[in-house]
């Protein structure tokens, strides 16, 4: 696992409270596929919340926390784990693929990695398109910071290894 800043919180920005996550809930051509996300950056999360509550009229920004019994996942290996430490060229061809809904994701209960967001977007559309060699998408996404997230699709991962610990609300400006 590539869990780095708090082994056992997990965060999720949202507009509402979210005590009892899903993992069917959701688009499917995203980054890791349909799932749950949540990521291990406190500070990513809260961005996260802004940003969809600024979308939505009258909406909260809410990030909510959860523990996560690690060392009983990892125990267990009894779940199949896709981890991306950096962006690379396995991460983008994936994204690529979950993006044209080609489903790379399908059979996998946890994936962990970069988010394809908006300091990343441009040059992983460009190598959609064709406008881009795998390389020269690489050599722009070097220098970028990895943002962190992990799709959680498996229900019994979330109903055996997490806990809900709060909530809470974030100003928005």
């Known amino acids: 696992m590539n869990m780095s800043k708090n082994d056992n ?9 979210v005590a009892e996550p899903l ?4 688009r499917s051509a995203v980054d890791f596929g349909p799932g749950f996300y949540v990521t291990n950056d406190k500070e990513q999360a809260i961005n996260w919340s802004v940003t969809k509550a600024s979308r939505h009229r009258n909406s909260k920004a809410i990030v909510n926390v959860y523990s996560i019994d690690m060392e009983k996942f990892l125990e ?7 981890i991306f430490p950096e962006y690379n060229i396995e991460w983008l061809d994936f994204i690529a693929h979950s993006r044209k809904q080609q489903k790379p994701w399908l059979g996998y209960d946890w994936i962990e990695g970069g988010i394809a967001n908006d300091h990343v ?3 992983v559309d460009a190598y959609i398109d064709g406008f881009m060699t795998a390389e020269m998408a690489m050599d722009k996404l070097v220098n970028e910071r990895l943002h962190h997230q992990i799709c959680i699709s498996n229900q019994e991962i ?8 709060k909530s809470f609300e974030v100003e928005t400006k």
């Open 121 to 123: 977007i441009s040059t």
């Open 158 to 165: 979330i109903d055996r290894y997490i806990r809900f610990v």
């Open 9 to 17: 919180i997990l965060y999720h920005g949202a507009t509402i409270q």
């Open 23 to 26: 993992t069917h809930v959701g």
């Open 76 to 82: 267990d290996n009894k779940y199949k784990v896709k």
